[in-house]
Nanobody, 127 residues
Framework: QVQLVESGGGLVQAGGSLRLSCVAAGRTDSSYSMGWFRQTPGRDREFVAG????????LYSVAVRGRFTISRDGAKNTVYLQMNSLKPEDTAVYYCTQARSPSTIVVPQTASTLDYWGQGTQVTVSS
């Protein structure tokens, strides 16, 4: 059974930074691509960033490219999301996810195709 536990959310002023962490357990986690999505009330969960098992392939949404950095530490089974230059529109619950199959290079950008999610961590950016 896959378990994903996020941490690091909080309240920050616009222009500030936060780093989210997600610890994965239950499979050989370094073999699976991982990613971050976010969701606000009344809206679909949207893709933020994804990273391949070896960390060599990384994708970002247009909204966060240049401000957010995804990384992973295979030894710790942990994926990170460094968020800089935060904006009020970044306010959301952020979710960690892991691909179904080890053959998936980067997690799909459609939330409905993913099975494994953490409980989410709230990020609030004040103006």
């Amino acid at each position: 059974q896959v378990q994903l536990v996020e941490s690091g959310g909080g309240l920050v002023q616009a222009g500030g930074s936060l780093r989210l962490s997600c610890v994965a357990a239950g499979r050989t986690d370094s073999s699976y691509s991982m990613g971050w999505f976010r969701q606000t009330p009344g809206r679909d969960r949207e893709f933020v960033a994804g990273i391949s098992p070896d960390g060599e392939t990384i994708l970002y949404s247009v909204a966060v490219r240049g401000r957010f950095t995804i990384s992973r530490d295979g030894a710790k089974n942990t994926v990170y999301l460094q968020m800089n230059s935060l904006k009020p529109e970044d306010t959301a619950v952020y979710y960690c996810t892991q691909a179904r199959s080890p053959s998936t290079i980067v997690v799909p950008q459609t939330a409905s195709t993913l099975d494994y999610w953490g409980q989410g961590t709230q990020v609030t950016v004040s103006s």
